[in-house]
């Protein structure tokens, strides 16, 4: 039987894993185990394509599950929220792979939980994992054993005591959440274009030009120049990338705008845009996700790493002062 992609990264995962522990694929996964699994599967490909948004509630499917663990993605649009809950028996971890989510627990700090940084746990550990961002996140999470009980629990005081009528408390909560996530949020001071591209680059997947070369090939993301005309004509362009310059870049992209391309159509377009050094690239990318398109990010270094590189791209000197097929 031929394996999915997921299936078989989950194969080579576990076959390491239990050739390091001398163990059979039976034997429970410790969260460290847990941790390394989630984040060698957040980084492979094939599986985001199966993810999708929704605005009434998460989003979450189910992967992949064997005899030891299991494995979800979930989606977040701003404002959901798990509200307090355990996993019962089982250890698990989950990984960030687009977006930002926090994490709360009684009488602790809220954590923020950055892509690639995987947070791991064991039995009955309890906690409410919240998207206040105002950009949609995905998530992957394992359990071991396979996920097959979750308790709900309510707040009180700094105490979380079982909760009743979860279904409702659900619901209301991802209202209270959705509505404080898009309120303004108050500040003692502005920030620097350095704080605002950090914020912004922690909230990106960014690609080497290796990596977007890769993804334009293999899985059809779309390749975006934001650079002006001027800089196009010095530097030199990348064959069969779309030309929408910065100005015009979230007109263009927001499926419910009436100037939007024709292939902007859904929130999963995975569009990865480029600039002349990889900055402008990654405030446009984080503006991108803004508007609901999760799967947005930039070309680390930009047009002068991807040149440097010597991967595809036309040089100055044929480059033409206007481009129809390409320039939008």
Known sequence: ????????????????LI????????????????????????????????????TEHRWFQRLYHGPDYDIWAISWMPGQSTGFHDHGESSGAF????????????????????????????????????????????????????LSEMNEY?????????????????????????????????????????QMLSAARARLRRLSPHEAYKAVAKTGATLVDIRPEAQRTIEGRIPGALIVERNVLEW????????????????????IVFCSEGYTSSLAAAALQDLGLWRATDVVGGFHAWRSTGLPNVP???VSSKDPAEEL
């Open 252 to 271: 263009r992209f927001d499926p419910a705008s009436n100037a939007r391309l024709p292939i902007a159509n859904d929130h999963d377009l995975q569009v």
């Open 1 to 16: 039987m031929q394996l999915a992609p997921e299936e078989v990264l989950v194969h080579e995962v576990s076959s390491s």
């Open 19 to 54: 050739a390091a522990n001398g163990q059979s694929g039976t034997v429970l996964r410790t969260p460290e185990e847990l941790a390394n699994i989630v984040s060698r599967f957040a980084s492979s490909e094939g599986w985001l394509d199966r993810v999708r948004l929704r």
């Open 316 to 318: 100055p000197d044929e």
């Open 95 to 146: 990984v960030v792979a687009a977006g930002i989510l926090e994490e709360h627990r009684p009488g602790e700090e809220t954590l923020a939980i950055l892509p690639g940084l995987p947070r791991a746990f064991g039995p009955e550990y309890a906690h409410d994992v919240r998207n206040v961002s105002p950009a949609p996140a995905v998530s992957i999470h394992a359990y071991s054993p396979p």
């Open 154 to 194: 309510e707040l009180e005081g700094s105490q979380l005591v079982p909760r009743e009528h979860a279904s409702e408390r659900a619901e209301r909560l991802d209202l209270e959440w959705r509505t404080q996530g898009l309120q303004p949020v108050g500040r003692t001071g502005a920030l620097s274009i350095e």
